[in-house]
């Protein structure tokens, strides 16, 4: 296991590589540049040029590639165009919020998806089983930003209006008076803040997760090993879920590896609309700003994220499923 | 020098989701006791907090109005008034004399004086420094002289009017900035940290979160005294309609930034109000006047002729907004009284005629002489008014007979083609970034300009009856002299009409009912921020 986990981040290098110079040389040929940020009258093209030379942009694609990649290697992000702070300092600060954001999300999803796919594959063709699917599929196919601002509208605009007594706050990790309140309070503080957005996350991505696994389950529970199972006289409880869903699961695993992407990308619309202040967001400022050093660092680290993320499926996969071996 | 981020498409069709469906919501009262505390909600992060190398406009106000002190401030008839110089004594036209107040301090303890404002021109003025201070406000002075601590000289390269208003900008401190490379200024660590001179210090910025400001207690007290609020708490909330959903329930106090489609939901709210005030921002199309058919100022002018503003004001900016003529604002002391081109089908049709363009295959559309159609491109932004914008002004020119393909793209695109004038006609705005009448006719329309490549010109007009107008516009001394040229550049603007100028957007905020002391005007919105205070 340490051997194939020690090639797959040896080779997982060259592939992050590429991934960065790809996206190094597409940044280079999207029109527009930084320092146009100072799109004004007052800025003489003399104060422009002056700008680009202090960015380091009046320089050949080769060149900057070239130093790029040296400061790169050792370490340096180099600093933001637009926020003028090392790069370092603003992935640092944004990480934790998403990955808080992320690992909440993957946990709820998996969970929800999971016990929502059994009950509809133990109640195959009941009513339990078509209102879910009818859900599930609605929430599969809307977009998250709309599911954001349905959420937001209904759980913190309405539910304050209506005088409901939970209001989720629409914006923000935190509250303004966070620092005035008790320990308790800051963790349901926290807690509160994170829940439109985390349940934004959540819906979309259960939804396929419960299909996958109400799919695998409906296959697996057919088999000869479950009727053995039932015909020794276990209770149905233990047959479903010892013995049906550890095999289901197998799949269903690697989809939660193959979900990284999807929801990291998810992050960006709903870090915006909740002002969340984490990667989502940072990317998403920093395109528009054609931030080069911010976006190259940000888009590395959501590649690295996910290459870990797909090793941790292949791990988990070992793991629910002895027949695997790697070496 | 300052620029609004374009909204993104798909934020904006967002905005407009939400504000439908929760349009007509009354709201009952939240909990705003907060213990001093205010709440703002803007809609982007500020950018480092150092006047020589800041270029946005949120950022320059709180330096000005919140963290530092400039030399002198604008009182609410936009007359220059003493500020951090108590007294001034014009050296004749061509230098004036500072005399610095003793009781303003640096966040630090250590007094602002006549070195921190010698210091900080000097770094403007060095161009490593890549300063837009130095472009905006100091093109026109020459030299500071430090006389003793509390009295500077500067002197001017020649007479102009207004000359004042050059030191609308405030000081740094020399002390924690003379180690830092003009170069390296941009990214200093003192821009994110700043030492400041204003009534509040910056107490906390956690990048795209929220920045909080804390009240001096002892700041001057002919310079307003201490802040009402203790705290400001300034969020950055990027969604218009994610705002207005926090104003309503209370997370925050003030919502800078509010959309012209948001304000019916804020008038009916009687926890809320909206705050209107004549804004800094021109919206206008320029024409390409080196491309054909834009090369002669018959067809420009039958354009400007059949775009009509009123009902783009009228319809799109609710009301929020007035016609404009030329980049000098409405409400400027120097503004001249020109109406712009009424809206005349009837006219444009004779001036097109006159030029030849005529309806000759009877489809709509006018073609030359020798068969060309009178078509071209109209580019601009995916921000949702630009968009909206320039579909009503096709559908004006179709009237005429001028067919205008839209060409929509993403903000940076767009500007990159709008900058190296690759375009037939574009529908753009410029943020003015100070009262001084004279800076943007000349660097929109003065023929020195034109040839620049990524100059302002971007019409690349320029004639020698416009360059001896806005030459003699800068160069007169008193302001009633100058009146009656920029006067006469802006019939002359409105005759050639190498851009036609539509509109000035008004800047929209809200507050709820409880905060005391918001009052906006076009010096910008966090101009009184001192004295807003939570209930």
């Not at chain 1, 303004?176 to 309140?181: A, K, V």
């Not at chain 1, 190259?296 to 690295?304: E, I």
């Not at chain 2, 390296?184 to 030492?195: G, W, Y």
């Not at chain 2, 969604?239 to 209370?250: D, K, M, W």
Request: proline residues 6%.
């Amino acid at each position: 296991m340490t051997g194939f986990i020690t090639r797959r981040v040896l080779g997982a290098i060259p592939l992050l590589l590429a991934v960065a110079t790809l996206i190094f040389i597409v940044l280079d040929l999207a029109p527009g540049d930084p320092a146009a940020q100072y799109f004004n009258p007052n800025v003489p093209p003399e104060v422009y040029e002056q700008l680009r030379r202090n960015l380091g942009l009046d320089q050949p694609l080769a060149t900057r590639y070239g130093k790029w990649l040296g400061s790169f290697l050792t370490g340096d992000f180099g600093y933001s165009f637009a926020q003028n702070r090392p790069v370092a300092n603003v992935v640092l600060d944004a990480l934790p919020n998403t990955l808080l954001l992320a690992v909440v999300a993957i946990g709820a999803m998996f969970v929800v998806g999971v016990l929502v796919g059994v009950l509809q594959a133990v109640r195959q063709h009941g009513w339990a089983d078509r209102i879910l699917s009818v859900i599930g599929l609605f929430f599969y196919s809307m977009p998250s930003f709309w599911l954001a601002l349905m959420l937001m509208l209904v759980f913190s605009l309405k539910a304050h209006q209506w005088g409901w007594p939970i209001a989720f706050p629409a914006t923000g990790i935190t509250s303004f008076d966070y620092e005035f309140l008790s320990p308790w309070g800051k963790f349901t503080d926290r807690l509160s803040h994170l829940v439109l957005p985390a349940t934004t996350l959540t819906l979309v991505l259960a939804a396929g997760v419960a299909r996958y696994t109400r799919g695998q389950m409906l296959e697996v529970i057919r088999q000869d090993y479950i009727r053995t199972a039932r015909a020794k006289g276990l209770p149905e409880r233990t047959v479903v879920l010892k013995h049906a869903l550890r095999n289901s699961l197998i799949p269903v695993v690697t989809l939660v590896g193959l979900y990284l992407p999807l929801l990291f990308s998810g992050t960006v619309f709903v870090e915006t609309i909740f002002s969340w202040p984490g990667m989502g967001r940072v990317i998403f400022d920093a395109i528009s700003q054609r931030d080069a050093p911010v976006i190259m660092a940000t888009s590395f680290v959501f590649a690295t994220l996910v290459v870990i993320g797909n090793l941790l499926a292949d791990v988990l996969y070992a793991v629910v499923d002895p027949r695997i071996r790697y070496d | 020098m300052k620029q609004r981020s374009p909204a993104s498409a798909a934020s904006v069709s967002l905005c407009v989701a939400l504000a439908a469906l929760s349009a007509g919501c009354g709201g009952d009262g939240a909990p705003e006791s907060t213990g001093g505390t205010l709440v703002v909600g803007v809609r982007s992060d500020f950018s480092g907090f150092n006047a020589i190398t800041n270029s946005s406009q949120y950022t320059d106000e709180l330096i000005k109005y919140a963290l530092f002190t400039p030399i002198v401030q604008y009182d609410e008839s936009l007359g220059v008034r003493p500020w951090l110089a108590e007294s001034w004594e014009l050296d004749g036209d061509s230098a004036v004399v500072f005399t610095l107040r003793s009781d303003v301090r640096w966040h630090d303890g250590e007094p602002v004086d006549a070195r921190d404002v010698a210091f900080t021109f000097e770094r403007a003025k060095d161009p490593e420094a890549a300063s837009l201070l130095a472009e905006a406000y100091l093109s026109q002075v020459a030299r500071a002289d430090v006389i003793d601590a509390r009295t500077i000289r500067f002197a001017y390269e020649r007479p102009h009017a207004q000359a004042l208003e050059n030191f609308w900008w405030a000081p740094m401190p020399e002390h924690r900035l003379a180690d830092v490379s003009p170069a390296e200024l941009r990214n200093a660590d003192f821009n994110r940290a700043p030492v400041g001179s204003g009534p509040f210090r910056l107490a906390e910025w956690r990048a795209n979160e929220r920045v909080v400001l804390e009240a001096v207690e002892d700041f001057p007290e002919e310079l307003g005294g201490r802040p009402s609020a203790e705290r400001v708490v300034i969020r950055v909330i990027p969604e218009a309609a994610t705002r207005l959903t926090e104003l309503v329930t209370g997370g925050i106090h003030v919502d800078i930034d509010v959309a012209p489609d948001q304000t019916d939901q804020i008038e009916a709210s009687p926890d809320l109000e909206l705050l209107s005030f004549p804004g800094r921002t021109v919206y206008f199309v320029a024409w390409n006047n080196l491309r054909e058919p834009f090369t002669d100022a018959r067809v420009r002018r039958a354009l400007g002729y059949a775009i009509n503003r009123e009902e783009i004001i009228a319809a799109l900016l609710e009301g929020h907004g007035a016609p404009a003529v030329s980049p000098i604002p409405p409400w400027s002391p120097l503004a001249p009284a020109v109406e712009p081109l009424p809206h005349d089908t009837a006219a444009a049709d004779r001036l097109l005629e006159e030029a030849g363009w005529l309806d000759r295959d009877g489809d709509g559309v006018r073609e030359s002489e020798n068969g060309a159609p009178l078509r071209f491109t109209l580019l601009t932004s995916d921000r949702a008014l630009n968009r909206a914008v320039v579909e009503v002004v096709q559908s004006h020119l179709r009237r005429v007979g001028a067919d205008a393909r839209l060409q929509v793209t993403e903000f940076q695109t767009m500007l990159a083609q709008f900058r190296s004038r690759e375009y037939d006609a574009a529908f753009a705005n410029w943020v003015l970034d100070n009262f001084q009448v004279g800076t943007a006719p000349f660097a929109l329309f003065h023929s020195s300009q034109a040839e620049i490549a990524g100059s302002a010109n971007r019409t690349s007009y320029g004639t020698p009856a416009a360059d001896s107008l806005l030459e003699a516009g800068r160069a007169a001394v008193t302001p009633e002299d100058a009146a009656v040229f920029w006067a006469d550049f802006v019939r002359l603007l409105k005759e050639d009409q190498p851009a036609t100028f539509m509109f000035w957007l008004d800047e929209l905020a809200g507050k709820r009912a409880g905060v005391t002391g918001v009052d906006m005007d076009p010096r910008g919105e966090f101009r009184g921020l001192a004295d807003w205070a939570p209930r």
